[in-house]
Nanobody, 119 residues
Framework: QVQLVESGGGLVQAGGSLRLSCAAS????????MAWFRQAPGKEREFVAS????????NYADSVKGRFTISRDNAKNTVYLQMNSLKPEDTAVYYC????????????WGQGTQVTVSS
């Protein structure tokens, strides 16, 4: 079993910053990649960023490149999402998720944390 708990969301003005955290517990040795997704009201969930659990491969959605940074601390079993230069369109519930090597999709999800950016 894998448990993921996100934190760090909140209300921030446009141009501000937030750092999200995702603490993982359970079978963390099975992780291949961890990712952040987001879902805005009335929209489908979309990919934000991902990072290999071991190694340096990182991917970002075009909409957040240059503003968001994903990182991890394996010793703490935690993945972070540093979000700078926030825009109102970044408002969403942010979820972290994990994927194991043998899977083609992310199978474990956290409960989400709300990020609201005011204009």
């Amino acid at each position: 079993q894998v448990q993921l708990v996100e934190s760090g969301g909140g209300l921030v003005q446009a141009g501000g910053s937030l750092r999200l955290s995702c603490a993982a517990s359970g079978r963390t040795f099975s992780f291949y990649r961890m990712a952040w997704f987001r879902q805005a009201p009335g929209k489908e969930r979309e990919f934000v960023a991902s990072i290999m659990w071991i190694g340096g491969n990182i991917n970002y959605a075009d909409s957040v490149k240059g503003r968001f940074t994903i990182s991890r601390d394996n010793a703490k079993n935690t993945v972070y999402l540093q979000m700078n230069s926030l825009k109102p369109e970044d408002t969403a519930v942010y979820y972290c998720a994990t994927r194991i090597l043998s899977a083609t999709s992310y199978g474990n999800w956290g409960q989400g944390t709300q990020v609201t950016v005011s204009s």
